[in-house]
T-cell receptor, first 114, second 113 residues
Framework: QQQVKQSPQSLIVQKGGISIINCAYENTAFDYFPWYQQFPGKGPALLIAIRPDVSEKKEGRFTISFNKSAKQFSLHIMDSQPGDSATYFCAASSLDTGGFKTIFGAGTRLFVKA | ETGVTQTPRHLVMGMTNKKSLKCEQHLGHNAMYWYKQSAKKPLELMFVYNFKEQTENNSVPSRFSPECPNSSHLFLHLHTLQPEDSALYLC????????????FGEGSWLTVV
């Protein structure tokens, strides 16, 4: 009920390609879905987030697609660059209960080949 | 430069040692957290402090002992750890425990030998 399932575990993409990472959740009380980006040797940092009242949110080359009925959301990285190589975590929380109840996925290690 | 600073960045300790991890946040936040990050596993929330009071303890073994002397500082005291406790320990903060954006430090890599 509390899990967020993330796939794939690792991803290799050519420079300029599209990276796609998928997540699924079970708890319908979740209403805030952030993505965190973690570079080697650094802590995770908020990249982009979406609420379920919209089906898509775009910030630069990063887009979240959200499917409320399927309880799935995904991160798309357009024109992927070597500098995007990092581990990406999806997460879910409830705006009512707050971030301390955030549930994280297991992470996807992305490598963008030059 | 991160607003959440952790020291030491790397720590190797024996199973009978006592050591501490330190975290300081410069963001004026009121909530602080300890997370454990292990390879290929989701981030595990360990402890939450809100306005210096512990509000969450996610069934963490007593060999991990947190301390929060004020809203800017958080410690994790380590005693008689096991090799399976080797992981990256992340400190984080948020405006308060109800805020949904979490700011992480760079982590302390712990190896228990």
């Amino acid at each position: 009920q509390q899990q967020v399932k993330q796939s794939p575990q690792s991803l290799i993409v050519q420079k300029g390609g599209i990276s796609i990472i998928n997540c699924a959740y079970e708890n319908t009380a979740f209403d805030y879905f952030p993505w965190y980006q973690q570079f080697p040797g650094k802590g995770p940092a908020l990249l982009i987030a979406i609420r379920p009242d919209v089906s898509e949110k775009k910030e630069g080359r990063f887009t979240i697609s959200f499917n409320k009925s399927a309880k799935q959301f995904s991160l798309h990285i357009m024109d992927s660059q070597p500098g995007d190589s990092a581990t990406y975590f999806c997460a879910a929380s409830s705006l009512d209960t707050g971030g301390f109840k955030t549930i994280f996925g297991a992470g996807t290690r992305l490598f963008v080949k030059a | 430069e991160t607003g959440v600073t952790q020291t030491p960045r790397h720590l190797v300790m024996g199973m009978t040692n006592k050591k501490s991890l330190k975290c300081e946040q410069h963001l004026g936040h009121n909530a602080m957290y300890w997370y454990k990050q292990s390879a290929k596993k989701p981030l595990e929330l360990m402890f939450v402090y809100n306005f210096k009071e512990q509000t969450e303890n996610n069934s963490v073994p007593s060999r991990f002992s947190p301390e929060c002397p004020n809203s800017s500082h958080l410690f994790l005291h380590l005693h008689t750890l096991q090799p399976e406790d080797s992981a990256l320990y992340l400190c984080a903060s948020s405006q308060d425990r109800g805020s949904n954006t979490i700011y992480f430090g760079e982590g302390s890599w712990l190896t228990v030998v």
